[in-house]
């Protein structure tokens, strides 16, 4: 099982798990050289789309978030 694991606060970050190992991980603040980027991942999720093959067959979304525009 492939799961997509984001998290939008501060240090906003993706992590892809495949069988409970971890395949990829990033925080935002890599691609924005933002230090402590927060919001969503959007350049991450971006790398993910048009440069690798991570997200092919994602069984599984998490979202982890201390925002209250998702409640």
């Known amino acids: ?3 997509l694991s984001i998290h939008d606060g501060h ?3 993706v992590a ?20 402590g980027d927060s919001g969503f991942p959007s ?3 971006n790398y993910l789309v ?3 093959d991570y997200l092919n067959q994602i069984d ?5 978030s201390n925002s209250q525009k998702y409640m």
């Open 11 to 13: 240090g906003s970050s």
């Open 16 to 35: 892809i798990l495949e069988d409970g190992v971890i395949i990829f991980a990033a925080e935002e603040e890599r691609f924005s050289r933002i230090k």
């Open 50 to 52: 048009n440069e690798t």
């Open 43 to 45: 350049l991450v999720i």
């Open 60 to 64: 599984r979304i998490s979202v982890a």
């Open 1 to 3: 099982m492939r799961i």
